[in-house]
Structures are given as C-alpha cells and as structure tokens.
C-alpha cells in the first residue's frame, strides 16, 4: 500500500507539471498537491497554491485546468483511501469475584470476591444483571477498556467451569483475566496483586488452575480475611460475617481494590501491584 500511494502521488505532480510547463502564462496559480509520510505510515495530501513559470506560447484551457486537478484528486483519494486507518483494539480483560450464590453466603469472609466485583461494576456503572456461563456477568468499559465481569454461580469449588468457558469462548488471554478472592493468610482487609502463582490452598483457585489445563499465568488480586480465631474451624470461620467495625474496614479496602483495577487496566501489573502492595490500611490511616 505505500508503493501505492508514492506511486499515486508522484503521478499527479508529474502530470501537473507537463500540464501546465506548456502554458504562455508567464505566472499561474495552480492547485498543487503535496504529501508528507508519518510515522504512521498514513499518506496525508495537502492542497497547495504554487507559482509555476511557463516559458512556452500555449495557452492554458479552463478545462486542462479542470482535467488536471480532477486527476490530482483522484490520486490522492486512491492513495488516502489505500493507507490503513484501523486502530488497533484494546483487549478485553475479564475480572472475575470468588463467592457462594445464595442468601446464606451474603456477606460472608468466603463471598469478599463477589463484593469486590459488585464494588467495580456500581463504581463503572456496568450492570451485573444478566446470566452468561454460569455466571452473573457484565459487560462495560472502566476508563475505555472493555471488561467482562462475572461472578461465578457454581458454588466456590467448581469455579473453573464457569471461568475457564468464559474465557476460552471469548479468547481472552490469561494475563487478562483478573481473579479476586479471600485469602486467611493475609491480615484482615489486607489487599496483595500478583501476576501468577498457585492456589494457596483456596479450592476456588484450585478448580481455576484445572480448567486452565493447569496454568497459573494469571493475575490474582487477593483479600485477607484474616485467621480464625483460637481453634475455631477454618471453614467455620470462612462462613462467618463481618463485624460493623471489620465492614468499614472492608469498605475501605474495596476503594483501593478499584483504584488498583484501573491502574491495572491502564498501566499495567507493575504498576498496580506496586500501588496495592504499598497501600496503608484504614487502621494505619488512623
């Protein structure tokens, strides 16, 4: 296409200048089309007045006139339109939340990821209302990146089913498909982004690393909910819901896991993970 524009281009100078080096007017004012090449290899015709001296004794027609520029603006239309003008798309990320459908399991430590993602999409205004894979999902942008949201509706331990059908039908590469879920080995309301690594023993990431074929290639944003008290059961624990006290500090927490999001979208993992992992605590604010 650029051999097709030059080519284009310097035809209609060349015909302009044999047009009108044929012409008695000592002086003229002609339309002369010029072009310069970006960096983005697109061809941009500039419309120019230029002086031309004719030394010759023929005379320069109305319609020569009318021939040759319709010839100059064909070119550069044929070369315009041969140049590509197409963006390149930016990707779509999908952001999953770990949880347990049902009443039961609202606001529970185990649900933390469904609260985050429920967080993001009234945060982005992206409705969550309709059933997809498996899923509660959503489709919006955040900062004019094009998301999925999705919450998986198959119980915690077989997340992968919904997860892994999502992305494999849409195409979405692994290092872009974000998961949030709790973690008791982080301090409670502790927030920790990593771009890959295992399941920690979480059986929701477990069934997600399965239908992944076993890779752990993706980034994962995780919540600490802190550990069980005493002897308490850690599955017990898991099921059990906030204090007043703990849903502040969660609250608080979920408006850094959205900044994070969007810094992640917009300027990478590094970047995010640097802001996430430096993040203070509501307790340490105050």
């Not at 919006?140 to 999705?150: D, E, R, S």
């Not at 919904?162 to 982080?186: C, E, H, K, N, T």
């Not at 849903?247 to 994070?260: C, I, N």
């Amino acid at each position: 296409m650029r051999v097709s524009a030059a080519f284009s281009t310097t035809t209609a100078a060349a015909a302009l200048r044999l047009l009108f080096s044929s012409c008695d007017h000592p002086k003229t004012l002609i339309p002369f089309y010029s072009w310069t090449r970006h960096t983005s290899t697109l061809t941009q015709f500039t419309p120019r007045l230029r002086m031309v001296h004719n030394t010759h004794n023929n005379d320069l027609s109305p319609s020569s006139v009318s021939a040759a520029a319709s010839f100059s603006s064909s070119a550069a239309a044929s070369a315009s339109a041969a140049a590509p003008t197409d963006k390149p798309k930016t990707q779509t990320w999908l952001i999953v939340g770990l949880g347990n459908p049902g009443k039961r399991y609202n606001g529970t430590r185990h649900n933390v990821g469904f609260e985050m993602v429920d967080y993001i999409a009234q945060a982005e205004g992206i409705s969550m209302g309709s059933i997809s894979f498996k899923a509660l999902f959503g489709k919006g942008h955040i900062a004019n990146v094009p998301v999925m949201l999705a919450k998986p509706q198959t119980f915690m331990n077989a997340s992968g089913e919904s997860v892994g059908a999502i992305a494999s039908y849409y195409r979405i590469p692994l290092a872009q498909v974000l998961v949030i879920f709790d973690d008791m080995d982080l301090p409670f309301a502790k927030l920790r982004l990593l771009p890959k690594g295992g399941h920690g023993g979480h059986n929701g990431m477990k069934n997600i690393i399965n239908h992944f074929k076993g890779s752990r290639d993706f980034p994962r944003l995780r919540i600490g909910i802190g550990r069980p008290p005493g002897k308490m059961d850690p599955m017990n624990f898991v099921m059990r819901p906030f204090t007043k006290q703990e849903r502040e500090e969660l609250d608080f927490t979920f408006q850094t896991g959205l900044e994070a999001v969007r810094i992640l979208l917009l300027e990478g993992i590094n970047r995010s993970a640097t802001f996430v992992n430096s993040a203070k605590s509501l307790e340490q604010l105050q």
